[in-house]
């Protein structure tokens, strides 16, 4: 994977100062090591009239892959060898988005101190990227740069040059054109760019997404003409999320017009290398995950069902927009540690009367139930004997009925990915079951249709473009309240 950034200059203004702009020196070849494999930086040409910088990332398919080789599990063995042979090593996507946030991650806040002028000023500059994988082709790759002040020659590479019947390939040889942008500009429109084209996929999706996209999009997407289509793609799809960053791009949008003054980014766009290489705990972003959705739905009166030991209902309690938070659960151990957690009998008053914790099985109706704006479902249906899902599917989805249900279950396809998890085993020893994505989406689908709600499924973790993420969420919405916001 492999990116150039020129510029040009003269003796007043030096074309090397680039090296200054970009925190390396254009006389050294200098390496960084990042989750995904090694990235070079090194310059092909440095004098006052033109100098280049190139950034060559070197992926480790082991390391991307992240998982325990071969050890006579791991699925068929051609499924397999796909995860090494593919173009993630040539094709400038999402990885080497991170890679340019994670060495150039001064430059791409405009933090310059040795030349801090420079940094602030527009400059001429010249981005090369001889391999972009580019869904929508060339004509997308112009509706993404043209409006933001790049003149763009994006030509399709050919499939192979020697079989020119064959076609174009998905890549094209990119390169981009502008007098009138700032370093650091250019920088993030390549940050945010480079995934929404590759498409494929964005690693560790999760909810500070959205802030890293906001981050890198100040000053240029809220006004672009291709906005919505970069937002959802940069997010892969993901519905709250997609909805969270376009309601907060509408009041950036707002902001801006009536207040013209430039803000500070004083938070790193550019930390993500060093995130990345140790991941969230996964019940961490199922949290954030959970959070999200119901944040979105606008609930305020929430239950936890199977609330366990409490660390969710916590999780809300600092969020003041939750008034009511109820955890439900049937062990009384379970819910005696979730009080200690949540010091319960020294919390405030305010505070106090704004959580509950009760005991009850999730398997028959319960009057206390019923009234919520929504219901969590973490990690709880794979407790249940199979005969006794109905069970709770009534009592949950007939019965209590809020307007918003999150269900969130392992993904049993993702099993083969956990190093220490032995070949055909479930994830913990009280999992009754656990089912694959298209499993679950069934069960999800019918359950939905049986009670009047609509349903999305959404990711949490990373998510395998083979065997899909570690856990699956699914977010259930009453028809009857769809159908009445739409009204
Ligand atoms: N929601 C928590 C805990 C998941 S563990 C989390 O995401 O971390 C599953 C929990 O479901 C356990 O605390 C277990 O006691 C509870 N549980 C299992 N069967 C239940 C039932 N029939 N009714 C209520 N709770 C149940």
């Not at 927009?321 to 009998?345: H, P």
Request: proline fraction near 6%; include cysteine; hydrophobic fraction near 40%.
């Amino acid at each position: 994977m492999f990116l150039t950034i020129s510029t040009s200059g003269d003796a007043a203004d030096p074309a090397t100062d680039l090296g200054y702009l970009l925190h390396k020196h254009p006389g050294k070849v200098q390496r960084f090591s990042t989750s995904y494999g090694t990235a070079h930086v090194f310059y092909p040409e440095a004098d006052d009239a033109r100098c280049t910088a190139a950034l060559l990332l070197e992926t480790d398919p082991a390391a991307l892959i992240r998982r325990a080789k071969g050890k006579g599990r791991g699925g068929a063995p051609d499924a397999a060898l796909a995860q090494y042979v593919n173009d993630r090593p040539y094709a400038a996507s999402s990885l080497l988005a991170v890679a340019l946030s994670g060495v150039f991650s001064s430059a791409i806040r405009g933090v310059c101190a040795a030349r801090p002028e420079r940094a602030a000023a527009p400059l001429p500059l010249r981005i090369e990227v001889p391999a972009l994988p580019a869904r929508g082709g060339a004509a997308l790759v112009r509706r993404l740069f043209e409006p933001l002040g790049w003149t763009v020659d994006a030509e399709p590479v050919p499939l192979d040059t020697e079989f020119p019947q064959w076609g174009d390939s998905r890549y094209v040889r990119l390169v981009l054109e502008s007098e009138t942008l700032t370093l650091a500009a250019a920088l993030r429109h390549l940050y945010v760019l480079l995934p929404v084209l590759d498409d494929a996929k964005h690693y560790w999706v999760s909810a500070d997404e959205v802030d890293k996209l906001l981050r890198a999009g100040e000053g240029w997407l809220p006004g672009h003409p291709e906005q919505q289509l970069i937002t959802s793609r940069y997010l892969s799809r993901r519905w709250s999320l997609t909805r969270q960053a376009r309601e907060a791009l509408e009041l950036v949008r707002l902001a801006e017009a009536d207040d013209s003054e430039v803000e500070e980014i004083d938070n790193a766009v550019g930390e993500e290398t060093e995130a990345e290489e140790k991941p969230t705990p996964l019940a961490v972003r199922r949290r954030e995950a959970i959070v999200t959705a119901l944040r979105a739905s606008g609930a305020a009166r929430v239950l936890d069902l199977g609330c366990g030991q409490g660390q969710l209902v916590q999780e809300l309690l600092k969020d003041a927009r939750f008034t009511e938070i109820v955890g439900v659960d049937v062990s009384v151990r379970a819910l005696t540690i979730a009080s200690r957690r949540l010091k319960l009998d020294r919390m405030g008053e305010r505070q106090a009367s704004r959580v509950r914790l009760v005991q009850g099985s999730l398997a028959y109706t319960d009057k206390r139930l019923k009234g919520y704006d929504a219901a969590v479902l973490s990690e709880v249906i794979e407790h249940l004997d199979l005969p006794r899902l109905p069970a709770l599917e009534y009592a949950v989805f007939g019965h209590a009925r809020p307007r918003t249900v999150v269900v969130t279950t392992p993904n049993v396809e993702y099993n083969v990915r956990w190093e220490t998890l032995p070949a055909g085993h479930v994830r913990h020893g009280d999992h009754r079951f656990e089912w694959t994505r298209a499993e679950f989406r069934d069960w999800a689908a019918t359950v939905a249709e049986r009670h009047g709600y609509d349903v999305e499924f959404a990711p949490v973790g990373p998510d395998d473009p083979e065997v899909g993420p570690p856990t699956q969420l699914a977010l259930f919405t009453r028809t009857t309240e769809k159908e009445a916001k739409a009204a």
